[in-house]
């Protein structure tokens, strides 16, 4: 089982549409959680990190994280085409260089 | 303007040749990361290093090696390339201590061996 899973999609939806992402993770010593935003050709950007269970909210976007169930998600508000990109989550175990990656998942977002 | 900077972009080169990936940050960061990305696949640590003559193996198995003589350049090096290394490479550097998981990304470079 990976300790990261993620719906590798695509997902597509209309412009201004509100966009939920989500990952599943298995391992309970991650700490916090990051999600990446790589557009085609490009390397991956930090979009947000949040480190406890609840929200976070920057923008048009929101991090949740339910340590309980070990579910995290990604929530776009208004989503724009220049949103459409593949959107990564990420866990670093603490005391590790280690970052584990889900596979991503492609959103286009359709005028 | 603090980046990462990766070069060649892309790269198609015949089996059997050696080859250099270049990466160099300008965001003043102790720490560097070579990655392993493949379409629809996780990425997947190959190399990092703390700083200065430190260099460490990722999870995944790699052919390559690495060297960190100057803390801004982490070159990642295949004496002999085989299909089997085609693939994205990606660069990356953090800082040191509690914000070492902030990685900051090159742009990659994609490589084709034929």
């Known amino acids: 089982q990976k300790e990261v899973e993620q719906d590798p999609g695509p997902l597509s939806v209309p412009e201004g549409a509100i966009v939920s992402l989500n990952c599943t993770y298995s391992n309970s010593a991650f700490q916090y959680f990051m999600w990446y935003r790589q557009y085609s050709r490009k390397g991956p950007e930090l979009l947000m990190y949040t480190y406890s269970s609840g929200n976070k909210e920057d923008g048009r976007f929101t991090a949740q994280v339910d340590k309980s169930s070990k579910y995290i998600s990604l929530f776009i508000r208004d989503s724009q085409p220049s949103d459409s990109a593949t959107y990564l989550c990420?866990?670093?175990?603490?005391?590790?260089?280690?970052?584990?990656f889900g596979t991503g998942t492609r959103l286009t977002i359709i005028p | 303007e603090a980046d990462i900077y990766q070069t060649p972009r892309y790269l198609v080169i015949g089996t059997g040749k050696k080859i250099t990936l270049e990466c160099s940050q300008t965001?003043?960061?102790?720490?560097m990361y070579w990655y392993q990305q493949d379409p629809g696949m996780e990425l997947h640590l190959i190399h990092y290093?703390?700083?200065?003559?430190?260099?460490e193996k990722g999870d995944l198995s790699s052919e390559s090696t690495v060297s960190r003589i100057r803390t801004e350049h982490f070159p990642l090096t295949l004496e002999s390339a085989r299909p089997s290394h085609t693939s994205q490479y990606l660069c990356?550097?953090?800082?040191f201590g509690r914000g070492s998981h902030e990685q900051y990304f090159g742009p990659g470079t994609r490589l084709t061996v034929t």
């Open positions: 990420a866990a670093p175990l603490f005391g590790n260089e280690k970052l584990t």
């Open positions: 290093s703390y700083g200065v003559n430190s260099t």
């Open positions: 965001m003043g960061h102790d720490k």
């Open positions: 990356a550097s953090s800082e």
